[in-house]
């Protein structure tokens, strides 16, 4: 692990800038607690095989023509991040959509100790004592966002892009974060996104990686009768580590998590996601679904979490997981921390196939073998995604799925 | 509903009646922990060399150990060279009929609610009773020798069949599997050797009854069950400890073996003492058991009631190795007061066409903690596997916790693996309807939490469910007017 | 049109149809009464070709093909329809989608030109109307949250827009109040048209009533007992079953 540690952390890196103190305090923590191994809990099912036996460059980082962007379905402010770097003017947003560097005094005084932990939260550490530039985007009124996140084939640099988002009070903001990747690097991201009194937010968040490894942290917290709504298409990739983490602040507020992961060949995906209920008069819900095929490894671990006290809090979560080949594997792990009485939380999960029945009752309609599954896969798939509230957006998505399967 | 919450609250001040202290003489050996007191244990009890041998391998490897810190537990840290490893009450000898036994003895399992002697005995059950670190008495020997069942004192297995023990002592739980097991491998004092004969139905239940009694002793007991093909046995085990301030160390392994189309079903009704109601004093049962399915059609079963213990680390387990094989597992857990337990099962799928059920009800109240944890693995080559896995909370009170970590791996795309938890308190519309048709609160929260726990309950045999009801009756009551 | 030779149908190792001989003639509206576990839905399922049906002997001949060689689809393609006693639910497919899917999957089976978006909401539409269906169920996942009726009714609305040369339906009639059970049975009736042929596997007999089939078959223990004309089926209706599970018995 010292290996990855060396590579990941160079003595001679420094910017000497605003932000020498915060980093300061990511490199000590991440030199405390080390990289995690198969012993660290959060990561049992996720090795770092692949990253260590990687070099990624750290500097320097030679960069050309920034990787091209597909189209999208709706019309927004574009956010494009390109090997890690924000290629972006602050000062031609729209109005309403202020984008300027963190307060790096705000940086300074943040608790990050309880936010990321010991060893499980490694690179959430590394992203603190290696980020370029920490970012603040401040929305009003009523916006749509699109963050895209790329890399070109030459990529082999590792990279720690850190934004923070805040909604302002009553704000409503579409936010779609589009994230491929080409190369073989390492992408840390690190997203915060703040939700204020009233805000509503819809984040889809649609991801298909490739070789690189790309280890994301997402960092939610919703305010009083304040919404927040995400819906994350994972796509794959050599190997993925999503961890989102969404914080009930105040009473009144809301959140719900839905997700789809499709993977083949021999992609490795691990989504960590966490409903906090700090407080009570709150409501969650999580459905989240998996589709295995080849030889890939699907990890979930889904957490509710109820603070003492949060009386008339209200989660449930859902996963449902389908193993399309004998050589496929799914690991997941719903979890329940309950501290308060007066609440209703549950779990369901399940592992299987696709049905036998549904499968013989759309052959004895005229469909063939190939097409039932494909019909069938289609729409135990395309559950989540139909949970995106934008039309144009959720159209986009199904289209992709049909794509993907 | 503060109000009630506190009637129940107060009626879960249970007074621990298995609490006494039996003044008898003990043989001690000194306390602490290294080879000579392992090669002592060994010699009180005239073990052959290879079992010698096994023990300080154990002991060995426990040196190199760390003691698990995974479990959603707050454990203080255990001095082990603190702890006596071997308590025996003086007796002159061993005794070579329940006549000879010290009547003291035979008077503290009557007033535990399990006499020993033959007019009193439980009609169609035999026990075993074990004292600290040895087995006092056994009864039924002479019926189930007829049989050709064995059920006696692991120590006297040990002289009496020593092929059968050394064929399978450690095949399920190995020394090295974890830290409280490499430690019971080797300081083990006694526990219960059951052998079923092929093909044959056990003709009575089995039952081991254990009491700590000494102080700052811990009892390490290892039982052994073997099923050979064909064969069918039912095995319950209760524990009760005296009060005391001061924690005392349980760490048993239980090993059981069925072979083609065998049955094992095993039960538990655990009453360590858990500690007063500030958290002072109490069991911590660190139990490792696990069930290998080793035949194909054998089938495991295993339920328990834990409502003792300051801190429950247990988890029975199923190793699903034949073809068609099941586990299950039901339990109870209620835990008031300070305690905390983490306890639920391992199912591991290695046979084709394999199936598990876990139902698991946990209940917190007082400031406790009550975790279940589980694990369904399902590997490569186990074709069709079917589990089912219902967890339900029931919290009573503000100040405790119920959580869920359930662990389901799947590596093979045949399987079926169905998982539901939920987390509720007894509902005021649930206590409302009872009142309305002439319950008083007290009745009503016992008939709540009795219906709660029915899907496990009914797994017990006939005469546990009853004590095992009462059991948490007595933990609901107590408090009228 | 379908001719069932000493059929013999294993689920599981056991046998449930024991020799059963049925032939069915262009155009012909045949009804097979029996009591539970005679057999009635096993003949549905090996007609339309379920997994785990196995045929240990006899033979089923499909204008003349035999049909235990065909898959599912092939079979659907061919012409036949099973409307199920219990239809499944598919969350996830729009159940408008998978109604077209299949109508042009058979289609091009057939070597005939897929139907577009337009005329197929047209067929749909006249469908639907004669069951007093509610157009939003076309938007829904297929059968997914239908009371029984509805999904009674769906399998119908599938039959008339598929246009099958045989169907069977597989106690179409159960679950059905009286209003639902007319209108199944105008649905069946409107497109009895001379050509298409009928296998209507039930329990009771109130459906026939509004059906007029032309022959009524009992069912008893894997074999055809009984054959005759409509006033069997009120024969069986006064008599009950009783008398047949005792002489299998």
Redesign the interface.
């Known amino acids: 692990m010292s290996a990855l540690a060396q590579t990941l952390m160079p003595e001679a890196q420094a910017c000497a800038d605003d932000y020498e103190a915060t980093r300061k305090v990511g490199l000590q923590r991440l030199m405390q607690h080390g990289f995690p191994d198969q012993k660290t809990e959060a990561w049992k099912y996720t090795p770092l095989r692949v990253l260590e036996q990687r070099e990624t460059q750290t500097e320097p980082r030679t960069m050309g023509e920034p990787a091209a962007l597909p189209a999208w379905p709706v019309a927004g402010t574009l956010l494009h991040f390109d090997h890690g770097i924000l290629q972006c003017d602050p000062g031609e947003l729209a109005e309403g959509l202020t984008l300027m560097p963190a307060d790096p005094k705000a940086l300074e005084q943040r608790d990050f100790d309880a936010l990321y932990g010991g060893r499980e939260g490694a690179f959430s550490w590394l992203n603190l004592a290696r980020f370029d530039h920490a970012w603040h985007l401040q929305v009003s009124g009523e916006h749509t966002v699109i963050m895209a996140t790329t890399t070109t084939d030459a990529f082999s640099a590792d990279v720690h892009p850190r934004i923070r988002i805040e909604v302002l009070p009553g704000a409503r903001l579409t936010l779609l974060q589009d994230q491929t990747d080409a190369g073989q690097g390492l992408v840390n991201m690190n997203c915060e996104i703040d939700v204020a009194e009233g805000a509503q937010v819809e984040h889809v968040l649609c991801c298909k990686n490739h070789e690189s490894v790309w280890v994301q942290r997402t960092d939610v917290d919703i305010h009083k009768a304040a919404e927040y709504r995400v819906v994350a298409f994972d796509r794959g990739g050599r190997l993925t580590r999503h961890d989102l983490t969404m914080r009930l602040r105040e009473g009144t507020a809301h959140g719900e998590i839905d997700g789809l992961v499709v993977m083949d060949g021999h992609q490795h995906v691990d989504w960590h996601t966490e409903i906090v209920h700090c407080t009570g008069h709150t409501n969650s819900r999580e459905a989240f679904r998996m589709l295995a095929g080849g030889t890939s490894v699907g990890v979930f671990n889904g957490r509710i979490h109820i603070f003492p006290d949060a009386d008339d809090s209200h989660s449930d979560l859902n996963t449902a997981n389908l193993l399309l080949s004998d050589q496929a594997r799914v690991n997941i792990k719903p979890e329940l921390e309950i501290y308060s009485e007066e609440v209703t939380a549950s779990h369901g999960a399940t592992i299987g196939q696709l049905d036998d029945r549904s499968l013989f009752y759309m052959r004895s309609r005229g469909l063939s073998e190939a097409e039932s599954l494909a019909l069938l896969k289609y729409g135990f798939a395309a559950e989540p995604l139909m949970q995106i509230q934008t039309p144009a957006i959720r159209d986009w998505a199904l289209e992709q799925l049909k794509e993907a399967l | ?1 503060s109000e009630t ?1 506190e009637k129940i609250e107060s009626r879960l001040q249970q007074r621990y009646t298995a609490g006494f202290t039996t003044d008898i003489e003990s043989d001690m050996i000194r306390p602490g922990l290294d080879e000579e007191i392992v090669a002592m244990i060994s010699a009180k009890k005239n073990e052959p060399e290879w079992l010698l041998e096994w023990r300080l391998k154990a002991y060995r490897h426990w040196l190199t150990m760390k003691a698990p810190n ?1 479990a ?1 537990l707050d454990v203080p840290a255990v001095d082990f060279q603190a702890i006596h490893y071997y308590a025996s009450p003086k007796q002159k000898n061993r005794p070579k009929s329940l006549d000879e036994v010290d009547p003291k003895l035979l008077e503290t399992f009557d007033k535990l609610g399990v006499p020993l002697h033959e007019r009193a005995r439980l009609a169609g059950v035999a026990v075993d009773a074990v004292f600290d670190s040895v087995s006092v008495g056994t009864t039924f020997q002479k019926e189930l020798e007829e049989a050709g069942v064995i059920f006696c004192p692991m120590s006297e297995a040990v002289q009496k069949h020593p092929d059968l023990v050394r064929q399978y002592l450690g095949t399920v739980v190995p020394h090295t599997d974890n830290f409280f097991a490499a430690l019971n491998s080797a300081v083990f004092s006694d526990g219960s050797f059951v052998y079923v004969p092929k093909d044959t139905v056990c003709p009575m239940e089995l039952s081991t009854y254990f009491r700590i009694n000494a102080r700052d002793t811990g009892q390490f007991e290892r039982t052994l069950i073997v099923a050979e093909p064909g064969s069918k046995v039912s095995y319950l085990e209760g524990c009760t400890a005296p009060m005391r301030d001061e924690n005392q160390l349980h760490a048993a392994v239980v090993e059981l073996v069925a072979l083609e189309q065998a049955q094992i079903k095993y039960s538990t009704v655990q009453n360590w003492y858990p500690g007063d109601e500030n958290g002072k004093g109490g069991i911590y049962n660190f139990v490792t058991k696990r069930g290998d399915c080793r035949g194909d059609d054998s089938r495991i079963s295993w339920t328990q009631v834990e409502t003792g213990s300051a801190i429950t680390w247990k988890y029975p387990s199923c190793i699903m190795r034949g073809d068609r094989s099941a586990g299950e597992f039901y339990s109870v857990a209620l835990t008031h007061n300070h305690q905390q337990a983490d306890t639920g099962t391992k199912m591991i799928h290695l046979g084709k066409d394999s199936t598990s059920k876990i139902i698991s009800k946990g209940i917190s109240a007082g400031k406790s903690n009550n975790s279940y944890r589980g694990l369904v693995r399902v590997a ?1 080559k186990a074709d069709n596997v079917r589990n089912y896995t219902q967890c339900d ?1 029931l ?31 007894i509902g005021e519309d649930q206590l409302f309807y009872c009142r309305s048709r002439g319950l008083d609160e007290e009745e009503a929260v016992a008939l709540i939490v009795d219906g709660f726990c029915k899907e496990v309950f009914k797994e017990l045999p006939m005469e546990f469910a009853v004590e095992a009801k009462a059991l948490l009756e007595i933990s609901l009551e107590g408090s009228v007017g | 049109m379908l001719k069932i030779k000493n059929l013999h149908v294993s689920v599981e190792d056991q046998e449930i149809l024991k020799g059963l001989d049925l032939e069915i003639g262009p155009g012909e509206l045949h009804a097979v009464m029996g009591p539970n576990g005679s057999g009635k839905s096993t003949l549905g399922y090996t007609l339309a070709g379920r997994e785990d049906y196995e045929i240990t002997s006899g033979s089923i001949e499909f204008d003349g093909e035999d049909l235990g060689e065909m898959e599912p689809d092939e079979r659907a393609a061919a012409g036949l329809f099973l409307a199920f006693q219990y239809p499944v639910e598919i969350p996830g497919v729009n159940n408008a989608y998978f109604l077209r899917a299949a109508l042009n999957a058979q289609r091009k089976a057939r070597g005939e030109s897929e139907v577009d978006g337009v005329e197929f909401l047209k067929m749909v539409r006249e469908s639907l109307k004669g069951l007093d269906m509610d157009e939003s169920l076309l938007k829904r996942a297929v059968n997914e949250g239908f009371s029984g009726g509805e999904k009674k009714r769906n399998e119908i609305t599938q039959m008339a827009v598929l246009q099958p040369r045989l169907a069977i339906l597989d106690e179409t009639d159960s679950g059905l109040d009286i209003d639902a059970l007319k209108l199944v049975a105008e649905g069946i009736n409107r497109l009895r048209d001379g050509q298409r042929s009928f296998l209507v596997i039930t329990h009771y007999q109130r459906l026939l009533d509004y059906l007029s089939p032309d022959h009524v078959h009992v069912l008893s223990d894997g074999q055809i007992v009984e054959s005759g004309g409509p006033e069997l089926a009120h024969r069986l209706e006064e008599q009950g079953y009783a008398h047949l599970e005792r002489a299998s018995a």
């Open positions: 509903m919450v995974w959603h490569k909370s919290l009573i009170g503000k100040t405790c916790g119920a959580h869920t970590f359930p662990y389901i791996e799947s590596a093979n795309a045949g399987a079926k693996i169905e998982h539901e938890a939920t987390t509720s308190r």
